[in-house]
């Protein structure tokens, strides 16, 4: 089974440092992995997605995301941070079973930015 | 383009008492979905998927059960609700042989 770590719960920055959340999986098979971004008392926003084409990928809101396949990584970063970024954030891994792809999710980490 | 509709948004009910979430898809055919529960701390846990009408596989077992009557409709549903109930639960869908899910805005469900 596949699996997702991410490290830290909560993570503060300053407005207009840079943003790092960090994301390690487990998988068996090549993965596709996501970003995804919570508001309060909303559904989940895809911000960007790796499906084994470039290594860089590159998301909404000027955030993007590296794979690492030797670190089994899949951090996210964002050079500078704007309030409206205050959310939580979810590393999610896919895989295949029955037809259908199911995301399994890191347990989320909550972003606060510094005015 | 394809929507999804998740209601209610919030909801309290008492303990013992039944439940019914309902989730359409609209836009899209044979979609695959996803019941999620969001518990604070504990990220997202994935109840049940479907691949098609009648069909829902379970990922945990516990005091909920879901149907999909229709193909774009999911339905999430508890004959006597507990405490442990209580979370944020989010409805998805994906193509059939999408990579990402879309989700529903969620429903807030506190029992008491």
């Known amino acids: 089974a596949q699996s997702v770590t991410q490290l830290g719960s909560h993570v503060s920055v300053s407005e207009g440092a840079l943003v790092l959340l960090r994301c390690n999986y487990s998988s068996s098979v090549p993965p596709y992995l996501f970003w995804y971004v919570q508001y309060p008392n909303q559904g989940l926003q895809l911000l960007l997605k790796?499906?084994?084409?470039?290594?860089l990928v590159k998301g909404i809101n000027g955030f993007e995301a590296e794979f690492k396949k030797s670190e089994t990584s899949f951090h996210l970063t964002k050079p500078s941070a704007h309030m409206r970024d205050a959310a939580e954030y979810f590393c999610a891994v896919s895989e295949s079973g029955a037809g259908s792809y199911q995301l399994t999710f890191g347990k989320g980490t909550k972003l606060s930015v510094i005015p | 383009s394809q929507t999804i509709h998740q209601w209610p948004a919030t909801l309290v009910q008492p303990v013992g008492s039944p439940l019914s979430l309902e989730c359409t898809v609209e836009g899209t055919s044979n979609p695959n979905l996803y019941w999620y529960r969001q518990a604070a701390g504990r990220g997202l846990q994935l109840l049940f998927y479907?691949?098609?009408?009648?069909?829902i596989s379970s990922e945990v077992p516990q005091n909920l059960s879901a149907s999909r009557p229709q193909d774009r409709q999911f339905i999430l549903s508890s004959k006597k609700l507990l405490l442990s109930d209580s979370g944020f639960y989010l409805c998805?869908?994906?193509?059939?042989?999408?990579?990402?899910?879309?989700f529903g805005q969620g429903t807030r469900l506190t029992v008491v």
């Open positions: 790796y499906t084994s084409a470039a290594t």
């Open positions: 479907s691949v098609g009408i009648g069909q």
């Open positions: 998805a869908w994906s193509e059939r042989d999408g990579t990402e899910a879309f």
